[in-house]
């Protein structure tokens, strides 16, 4: 088992491909949310979102932001990128767009997420690297995250380190 990791992602749109790279066993990630306790999360607001990711942070060396066509802009994948840095994790995001959903489907390219933050008045996607899997094919992009997704992490690590 490697490093422990946060993983950020649009559950919505990307649980379904993000609980196919969470289950790969590479790396020890985040506890699952059932839908009913997020939902019981939400209801208590904001305060209470933030607890509970700070809570999943806790303990974790990195944050691997899973990045899907509508990843990018979304109020809590922005706070979960700036606080895992704020707190001195390394952050890196992984394309899954390519995946196939629950219903087989692949969905579009979506922007980075890092080109919404800047650090030391540069753009922090010049910092943080976005890993785009280089296959179209779903078995093929799922086959290179998992062999990738340790050296990804271990690489977000040491830049972190650098700054």
Known sequence: MGRKVFFSFHYNEDNWRAAQVRNMGVVE??????????????????????KWIDNQLHGSSCTVVLVGEK???RKWIK?????SWELGKGVVGIRIHNLKN?????SPLGRNPFDDFTFNEEPFSK?????????KVSTN????????????????????KRY
């Open 29 to 50: 990630g985040n506890t699952p949310i059932r839908d009913n306790n997020w939902e019981e999360v939400k209801r208590k607001g904001d305060s209470e979102i933030k």
């Open 71 to 73: 990843t990018a802009g």
């Open 141 to 160: 992009i799922y086959n290179n995250i998992k062999e990738n997704i340790e050296e990804l992490v271990e690489q977000a690590i040491k830049t972190r």
């Open 79 to 83: 706070y979960e990128i700036q606080r």
């Open 127 to 135: 910092v943080v690297k976005l890993y785009n899997p280089p296959y």
């Open 102 to 106: 629950k219903d087989g489907e692949q």
